[in-house]
């Protein structure tokens, strides 16, 4: 089975901070995501990666920035936390190819900025 | 870039059937994809489309219209288990690159 996960389910920061969210997952796939969920705005696209060192912009690139240094690793990093960061991250990947590029998340981190 | 647009929420019975429908508008379009998130829970995969027609899984099926920018998910024998939320989502091309767009996703309650 596919398995990512994400280094917190839940973190409280403190606005003006540097935040880093960690996302791994297991089954050597190429593609990675990271998402934000907010209600009633569904899941809206931060960054993605497809391929180590490679990294593009999403839908709300703002405020954020990635690292994937390695192709299980996949970092998020917030330079400076605000309080309209408060939301729940999800991480996911995918293979590059494939019948249903099918996307597989990690449980997600509820981040609190104060 | 694209958009999606789908109902915040449906109710239906416990053993009925009940479809969510997704417009959306895009360029360079690839495949319609189906997600159930339950709360407090990840998004699960449920079906991706990338022809016309209807793609039957268990209890769950997924229409997609290219033609018309549309599609359904459609659950029959629905249990309580399916309250949850659907979300569709668009993979498409955008700068080269092939990016999945969801909706704001369909809150499906099932009552008794």
């Known amino acids: 089975d596919v398995k990512v996960t994400q280094s917190s389910r839940y973190l409280v920061k403190r606005t003006g901070e540097k935040v880093f969210l960690e996302c791994v997952q297991d089954?050597?796939?190429?593609?990675m995501f990271w998402y934000r969920q907010d209600p009633g705005l569904g899941l809206r696209l931060i960054y993605f990666?497809?391929?180590?060192?490679?990294?593009e912009k999403g839908d709300i690139p703002e405020g954020y920035s990635v690292s994937r240094e390695k192709k299980e690793r996949f970092s998020l990093i917030l330079e400076s936390a605000s309080t309209n960061q408060t939301s729940m991250y999800l991480c996911?990947?995918?293979?590059?190819?494939?019948?249903?590029?099918?996307?597989?998340f990690g449980p997600g981190t509820r981040l609190t900025v104060t | 870039g694209q958009s999606l647009e789908q109902p915040s929420e449906v109710t239906a019975v416990e053993g009925a059937i009940v479809q969510i429908n997704c417009t959306y508008q895009?360029?360079?379009?690839?495949?319609l994809s189906w997600y159930q998130q339950h709360d407090g829970g990840a998004p699960t995969f449920l079906s991706y489309?990338?022809?016309?027609g209807l793609e039957e899984t268990g209890r769950f099926s997924s229409f997609l219209s290219r033609s018309d920018s549309y599609g359904y998910l459609l659950l029959q024998e629905l249990q309580m288990k399916d309250s949850a939320s659907y979300f569709c989502?668009?993979?498409?091309?955008?700068?080269?690159?092939?990016?999945?767009?969801f909706g704001t996703g369909t809150k499906l309650q099932v009552i008794p």
């Open positions: 996911a990947s995918s293979l590059a190819v494939g019948s249903s590029y099918e996307q597989y």
């Open positions: 895009t360029s360079g379009f690839y495949g």
């Open positions: 089954m050597d796939h190429e593609n």
């Open positions: 489309n990338a022809l016309d």
């Open positions: 989502a668009v993979r498409a091309n955008s700068g080269g690159y092939q990016k999945v767009t």
């Open positions: 990666s497809y391929d180590v060192k490679m990294k």
